[in-house]
C-alpha cells in the first residue's frame, strides 16, 4: 500500500472521527442530565458539601469566566451547551492532534527511510 493512499485513508478517519464527536457533541449535549454528577452527587449524599471552598481553585482559570455548567456564558440558552460542547470537542482534538504531532515527529526519522526510497540511507553502527 503506498503511503499516500494510507495518509489518505488516515486523514479520512480522522475527519470521520471528528465529525462524529461534533455531531454527538453539538446534538447530544443538550439531553444530558441536570442532576449533579459523581463526586457533587456524593457530596449531597454524604452531606459535606457545605465545606466546599468559597474560592474555588477553578475559579482563577482563565476560561472560567466563559463557561459556567458545561454552558457558554454570554449567549441564548438554547444553544450555549450545543456551543460549549462543539468548542470543547475542538479544543480536546486540537490538543491531541499536537501531542499527536510533536511525538510523531521526534519518532519520525526511521520512517522515512523505506526500501523502495531513491535516496536510500546507510546504515546505522
Same mark, same amino acid.
Given at each position: ?19 462524529? %464527536? &461534533?455531531?454527538?457533541?453539538?446534538? &447530544?449535549?443538550? &439531553? +444530558?442530565? /441536570? ?8 457530596? /449531597? ?5 457545605? /465545606? ?5 481553585? +477553578? ?18 440558552? %438554547?444553544?450555549?451547551?450545543?456551543? +460549549? ?5 475542538? +479544543? ?19 520512517? *522515512? ?5 531513491? *535516496? ?6
Amino acid at each position: 500500500m503506498s503511503s499516500s493512499l494510507s495518509r489518505s485513508r488516515n486523514r479520512a478517519l480522522v475527519i470521520t472521527g471528528l465529525g462524529i %464527536a &461534533l455531531l454527538i457533541a453539538i446534538f &447530544l449535549s443538550p &439531553l +444530558a442530565s /441536570k442532576d449533579p454528577d459523581g463526586l457533587d452527587r456524593v457530596s /449531597k449524599d454524604l452531606k459535606f458539601d457545605h /465545606k466546599e471552598l468559597e474560592d474555588k481553585p +477553578a475559579q482563577k482559570l482563565p476560561f472560567y469566566a466563559i463557561f459556567h455548567e458545561y454552558a457558554l456564558l454570554g449567549v441564548p440558552e %438554547a444553544i450555549a451547551t450545543p456551543l +460549549a460542547g462543539l468548542i470543547g470537542t475542538l +479544543a480536546t482534538f486540537g490538543l491531541a492532534w499536537g501531542i499527536g504531532k510533536l511525538v510523531v515527529r521526534g519518532s519520525g526519522s526511521q520512517d *522515512d527511510a523505506s526500501p523502495d526510497s531513491d *535516496d536510500p540511507q546507510p546504515p546505522l553502527n
